[in-house]
C-alpha cells in the first residue's frame, strides 16, 4: 500500500510532462489543414493565428497551441488566408514583424523577394508592423484569455511571421463606435 502512495506523485508527473508535449505537435502533410479548419469554427474575434517561420518559439502558455505544417510560409499563409476570407464570422487583421522592413538579401538571402510576395497578399496599408518581442509578448497576454493557434512552417528567413488578429466579420469598428457613442448618451 505504502507503495502505491509514493508511485501518485509520479505519475501526475508524467501525466503533465505529457499534456505540455500533447499542446505542440508535428502535423506533417495536410492534417494542419484539418486542424486549422477545426480551430477556424470555434475562434472568434480576439483569438489569432499566427503563420510562424520555422525558428518561431513554443510558447508555454496554456492557451497557444503549436503545430508544424511542414510546408512553405507562402503557401501555409494563402491557405491559412482563404479559409479565413471563406468563414462568415471572423475576418483577419494582420501584423508583421518591424524588423522585416529593415532586412535586405545582403542581411538575409530570399528576404526582399519573400516581401514582395507577401505584401502581394497583405497590402502594406491593411498591416500593422510592431516589434517582434512586442507581438510575442502580446500573444502571451492574449492567450491567458483567448486561444492562439500558431503554424510553424519550414521557412528559414527572420522576421517573417505572420500574426492574424482576428475580429468579428459581421461588425465593423466603426459600427462598434455608433453603439457605443448612442449608450452614452
Not at 91 to 118: C, M, N, T, W
Request: glycine fraction near 4%; hydrophobic fraction near 40%.
Amino acid at each position: 500500500m505504502l507503495q502505491n502512495r509514493t508511485l501518485i506523485p509520479y505519475l501526475l508527473c508524467a501525466l503533465a510532462l505529457f499534456s505540455v508535449h500533447a499542446k505542440s505537435q508535428d502535423r506533417g502533410g495536410d492534417e494542419w489543414k484539418t486542424i486549422l479548419k477545426q480551430r477556424l469554427k470555434l475562434y472568434g474575434h480576439r483569438n489569432w493565428i499566427v503563420v510562424a517561420d520555422s525558428a518561431y518559439p513554443d510558447q508555454s502558455a496554456d492557451g497557444i497551441e503549436t503545430i508544424v505544417s511542414n510546408s512553405s510560409q507562402l503557401d501555409v499563409l494563402k491557405e491559412v488566408l482563404a479559409d479565413i476570407s471563406a468563414s462568415k464570422h471572423v475576418r483577419a487583421i494582420p501584423h508583421i514583424d518591424k524588423e522585416l522592413k529593415f532586412l535586405g538579401d545582403s542581411d538575409a538571402p530570399g528576404v526582399d523577394a519573400y516581401r514582395e510576395q507577401l505584401f502581394a497578399l497583405l497590402p502594406d496599408a491593411q498591416t500593422n508592423a510592431q516589434m517582434h518581442e512586442s507581438i510575442i509578448n502580446k500573444l502571451d497576454l492574449v492567450s491567458k484569455s483567448f486561444h492562439v493557434l500558431i503554424i510553424k512552417t519550414n521557412m528559414t528567413v527572420p522576421y517573417t511571421s505572420v500574426f492574424l488578429e482576428l475580429d468579428c466579420a459581421y461588425w465593423s469598428s466603426g459600427a462598434e463606435q455608433v453603439l457605443r457613442s448612442r449608450m452614452a448618451r
